[in-house]
């Protein structure tokens, strides 16, 4: 009687450690990048690429484009400058810029052309084609586009906490700003407002 209680205690204890070893298994499912994902409520992708679809789209919708062609004729040659976080979390601002030129560079209004720190590795790439390049294959320096207009900004939020109610406030704005003459062009702001329910057992 006592060997049955022990085997069907040892059977009791291996289903046990199989549900527990389960339940700690890691399961994966591949989504589309396109799909609509919020776990915490915070700066996410879909938040990146709406922003930067929404705002890219009133960029090029103002009076300065026209204005632009009407003066100098031609597309107007556009940098994107400094997008600053000054939200209380991690952004990756760096993704944010990368959705902003694809959609510049996509509509084909503008003509875009690097900045910062890959524009620096360009000019590295050409001042060592220069010593080792045949004339044939070297990039000559000097021959660089300049930019007509640079696009900065700052990623703001706001956060108001009420039990395990969170609104999350972010407020993106960006400013397109003449080379020649410090002109504010455009301006434009983007707001997204999140209401978060924390669970009750959720820190």
Known sequence: MQVRQVGALTWVIMLLVVLALSGCSTRVDRVGAEETHDL??????????????????????RAWL????ERRGG????????????????INVNTFIRDIERELIN???VTFVAGGREREAIREER?????????ATRS?????IGADYMLTGTINTIMDVEGRTQV????VDLALTSMADNRRVWVGQKKIKKVIQRGRFRS
């Open 75 to 90: 597309r107007p040659t556009v940098i994107v400058g400094e997008v600053r976080n000054l939200s209380h979390e991690h």
């Open 40 to 61: 915490s409520g915070r700066w996410n992708d879909t938040d990146s690429r709406m922003v930067s679809e929404e705002m890219v789209a009133d960029l090029l919708s």
């Open 107 to 109: 509509a084909g209004r």
């Open 140 to 144: 000559a320096m000097g021959r660089e």
């Open 168 to 171: 999350a406030y972010y407020q």
């Open 127 to 135: 001042a060592d084609q220069d010593l080792h390049a045949t004339d």
């Open 66 to 69: 026209t204005e632009h062609a």
